[in-house]
């Protein structure tokens, strides 16, 4: 899978869209060569997809976003998902900050998961393919480990509706 990482080389870049056009048609010949398997975005929010959903000739196919419990971004995932392009999680734990909230340990506890697998069953019940990273064998086993039990719908919408945490402080349109 190759993905345009940012719509923008900084926030104030006036030429982004350019930019991204070019790059789109340069996947576009991978994708049709057969080079790649699927194309697609990264950090694209509905504003920086529209023009390119006017111009492209394959529509793409995924955009990875920062997406975990306390910054789920629902307009772009809502527009994702009228638009028929997959949303991938980057940073599914928050970066190792979410880990030792106290609402996720709770709730981790009331399922007996660990915190990770709780937050990685979250994105998943809500149709989302995550990323996580780790430099441990352990954890990297845990991290594909959290289908064995599943979140009741109360506690899907108690975990939509908390207030904003453990955001990375990155946005494609702000310094
Ligand atoms: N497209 C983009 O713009 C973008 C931006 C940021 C990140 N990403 C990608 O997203 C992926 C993951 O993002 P990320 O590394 O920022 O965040 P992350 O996966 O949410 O968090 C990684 C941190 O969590 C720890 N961790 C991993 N599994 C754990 C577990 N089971 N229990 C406790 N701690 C655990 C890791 O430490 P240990 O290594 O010590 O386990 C590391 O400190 C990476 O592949 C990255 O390249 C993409």
Redesign the pocket.
Known sequence: MY?V??PKSCADDKEWFEKVKQSWELMEELYEQGRVKAIGL??FLPHHIKPLLETARIRPMVD?L?L?VGYMQEYALSFLKKEGILPQA???????KL?NDKTVSKMAAKYKC???ALLLRYLNQRGIPV??????KE?MK??IDFLNFRISDDDMSYLSCLPERCW?G?HPDEE
């Open positions: 993905l990482h940012w990264s950090n990875q920062e975990h980057w940073s599914p734990l928050g970066r190792a880990i660990t915190n990770a990323i996580p990273k780790s430099k441990s954890r845990e991290n990375s990155e």
